[in-house]
Nanobody
């Protein structure tokens, strides 16, 4: 069984930066998709950024140019560098992984990101 452990969330002022990390442990077999989702109160969970083992990346329009996803396959870890944060980025951020590109079936517990104005 694979477990994902996230870290790096917190409180930051608008315009600031945070870096989220997510490490996978357990029975890991050929992880392909790695991504970050977020869910704000009263809203649906949305994909923020995703990456495949082949190197492709995709971002939500709202974060393009501000967020960068990266991965270290040797460490089974995915990162999300978040710059120029806005109050509307406030949400619980979830790490997710999967064995197939763009398919996420393993989820982390979530980490709170709060951006104050």
């Amino acid at each position: 069984q694979v477990q994902l452990v996230e870290s790096g969330g917190g409180l930051v002022q608008a315009g600031g930066s945070l870096r989220l990390s997510c490490a996978a442990s357990g029975s890991i077999f050929s992880i392909n998709a790695m991504g970050w989702f977020r869910q704000a109160p009263g809203k649906r969970r949305e994909l923020v950024a995703g990456t495949s083992k082949a190197g492709s990346t995709n971002y939500a329009d709202s974060v393009k140019g501000r967020f960068t996803i990266s991965r270290d396959d040797a460490k089974n870890t995915v990162y999300l560098q978040m710059n120029s944060l806005k109050p509307e980025d406030t949400a619980v951020y979830y790490c997710a992984m999967g064995n197939v590109a763009s398919f996420y079936n393993i989820w982390g517990q979530g980490t709170q990101v709060t951006v104050s104005s």
